[in-house]
C-alpha cells in the first residue's frame, strides 16, 4: 500500500509522457567514446555544453564507465547498479580523477558493492515521508512547509540519495492530475507558505513542464514562497540556460537550494551556473551531506564552504547521513559532525557555516546538532564558552540577588565554574589567545602603520 502512493497509480499515464532521458544510441556512445580519447581539445562542445545531450548520454553500464576508465575494477557495480539507480552525466565523469573508491565523485556516483550491505537499521524511507504525503507526491510535515515531488529523474543517481525509493525509479515527471490535486491541498491549506519543489530533481524537466509546476504552486495566494532543490549545478550546469532562467525570474520570490558536497565540485563551469542564478536575484543555498571519506574532514569542508561563499551560495545544511539503505560505508558517527563544526566556529566567516542537523528517523524532522557551547547554569548566570575554550558568564535580567562578595570583579580569570555562575567572577581566560595576542601587539602595530614612523 505504501509504496503504490508513489507515481504508480493509474493516472500517471495520463498525460505528459515521460521524457526520453534513457536513450543510449550508437551514434551518441561513439561520440562519448571519441570525445573522452581526446578530451577536452577536440571535443564537440556544442554538444557538451548542451544538457540534453548529456542527459541523454549518461553513462548507465559497466561497459560505457570502461569508455572513460580503461583499467577500471567493476567488482560488484554491476549488482550494485542493479539495485539502486546508476547514471553520471559525462560532464560529472569528466571530474573523476582516479576510477578507485578514494576518489569523491567516482565513490558518489558509482556503484560498489558496499551498497549491498543492509544492516536493520538502514530502511527504504527512513524519514517515513510516505506516511507524512497528504496528497500523493506532498509531503507535509513542518505546518508552514510542504515538499512536492515533481519528478522521479535525476542527471546523476548519487550513492547516497536518501530518496533512493523515488529517485530514478521510472524516469517520470509530474502527472496534471496529480498537480491539480496537490494545488487543491496547497489552496486547502492556507498555513502553507513555503514549497520545496523537489524529486529527483526538478531540474532534469522541460522548462515548460517546469514552469507549468511552478505556475501552479505560484496560482495559490497563501504560497509566498517556491523553493527548488537541485543537483544540476552540480552535475549539470549546462542546465542553467539562459531560457531557464528568464522563465524562473517571473515567478519570484524563488530560492534554490543545491547539493555540492565536495571543493573538486565547483568547477568554473557550475560556478558559472550558480552565478547565473544568482544574477537572476535567486537566493542561493546549499544542503550538503556528511560522508566519509569524501567530506568527513575540517579541512576539505574548510575549503568546500569557502568556495561556496565565492560562488555566491550560503551553506544552509550540512545533514548527518541518513538511515537509508545502501549507504552504511558512507555513514560516519554524529561526533564526527560535530568535530567539524567545533573546527568551523571562530575560524571561517559566519556566513559560511551550515547548520548540522540530523533528520530524524520516523519523520521528526530535521534536528540541529551543536558542540556544547552551555557549559553551566544558575538562575543568576549562565556559563557560555567560546571557540577558544575561553568561558564567560552572562548575567540574566533581574531583579535578581546575585551573591556578590562585595568585591567588584577584577577581570581577572576565575579559579572554576562555580565563580561564574554564582557572578564572582566573570571569565576564565586560558592562556596563549590568538585574539589577545593580537591585542598586545596592537599598540605596536598601530606605530608601525602611523606615518611618523
Ligand atoms: C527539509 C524539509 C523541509 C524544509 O525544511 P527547512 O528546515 O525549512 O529547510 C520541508 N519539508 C520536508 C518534508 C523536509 O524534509
Ligand atoms: S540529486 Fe538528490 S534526489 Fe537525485 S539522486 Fe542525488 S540526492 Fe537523490
Not at 21 to 41: H, I, R, Y
Request: charge should be neutral.
Amino acid at each position: 500500500m505504501k509504496d503504490n502512493r508513489l507515481f504508480n497509480e493509474t493516472d500517471a499515464s495520463t498525460d505528459e509522457p515521460p521524457p526520453a532521458f534513457a536513450a543510449e544510441t550508437a551514434e551518441s556512445s561513439a561520440l562519448q567514446t571519441s570525445l573522452f580519447s581526446s578530451m577536452p581539445v577536440q571535443a564537440d562542445f556544442s554538444r557538451w555544453n548542451n544538457w540534453t545531450w548529456q542527459m541523454q548520454n549518461r553513462i548507465r553500464s559497466i561497459a560505457r564507465l570502461r569508455d572513460y576508465f580503461p583499467g577500471l575494477d567493476s567488482t560488484g557495480i554491476h549488482e550494485a547498479g542493479a539495485k539502486f539507480p546508476f547514471a553520471i552525466t559525462p560532464y560529472y565523469a569528466s571530474l573523476i580523477r582516479r576510477a578507485e573508491r578514494t576518489d569523491p565523485v567516482f565513490a558518489m556516483s558509482v556503484p560498489q558493492m558496499a551498497e549491498l550491505f543492509d544492516p536493520a537499521c538502514l530502511k527504504d524511507d527512513p524519514l517515513e515521508e510516505d506516511e507524512d504525503m497528504a496528497v500523493p507526491g506532498l509531503v507535509h510535515r513542518y505546518q508552514d512547509r510542504a515538499l512536492l515531488i515533481s519528478t522521479t529523474s535525476c542527471a546523476m543517481y548519487c550513492r547516497h540519495c536518501t530518496r533512493k525509493r523515488v529517485a530514478g525509479r521510472r524516469d517520470t515527471c509530474i502527472t496534471r492530475t496529480r498537480l491539480e490535486r496537490a494545488v487543491k491541498y496547497l489552496s486547502m491549506h492556507p498555513e502553507i507558505h513555503d514549497v520545496i519543489i523537489s524529486g529527483g530533481d526538478p531540474l532534469t524537466m522541460s522548462t515548460e513542464m517546469l514552469e507549468t509546476v511552478i505556475a501552479a504552486v505560484r496560482s495559490v495566494k497563501s504560497v509566498d514562497i517556491i523553493r527548488i532543490g537541485t543537483r544540476t549545478p552540480v552535475v549539470l550546469p549546462m542546465r542553467i540556460t539562459d531560457d531557464l532562467v528568464n522563465m524562473l525570474k517571473k515567478y519570484h520570490p524563488i530560492f534554490i537550494n543545491t547539493h555540492f558536497n565536495h571543493p573538486v565540485e565547483l568547477t568554473p563551469q557550475a560556478i558559472e551556473a550558480c552565478g547565473k542564478l544568482a544574477d537572476a536575484g535567486i537566493p542561493l543555498g546549499n544542503q550538503s551531506v556528511l560522508l566519509k571519506g569524501i567530506n568527513d574532514d575540517p579541512h576539505v569542508m574548510e575549503e568546500l564552504l569557502r568556495g561556496l561563499l565565492k560562488a555566491r551560495v550560503k551553506p544552509y545544511y550540512l545533514f548527518q547521513c541518513d538511515l537509508v539503505r545502501g549507504v552504511e560505508h558512507f555513514r560516519t558517527p554524529i561526533s564526527k559532525g560535530i568535530e567539524i563544526m567545533e573546527y568551523l566556529r571562530g575560524r571561517v566567516s559566519g556566513l559560511g557555516i551550515p547548520l548540522y542537523v540530523v533528520d530524524a528517523p520516523h519523520g521528526g524532522g530535521k534536528i540541529p546538532v551543536l558542540p556544547n557551547y552551555i557549559v553551566s547554569t544558575s538562575p543568576t548566570h549562565t556559563v557560555l564558552r567560546n571557540f577558544e575554550g575561553q568561558m564567560v558568564s552572562y548575567p540574566e535580567p533581574g531583579p535578581h540577588k546575585a551573591p556578590h562578595t562585595g568585591k567588584t570583579d577584577r577581570g581577572d580569570s576565575a579559579a572554576g565554574i562555580w565563580e561564574l555562575s554564582s557572578g564572582q567572577h566573570t571569565k576564565i581566560q586560558p592562556q596563549n589567545c590568538a585574539r589577545l595576542n593580537r591585542r598586545e601587539t596592537r599598540k605596536q602595530t598601530a606605530a608601525m602603520l602611523s606615518p611618523e614612523a
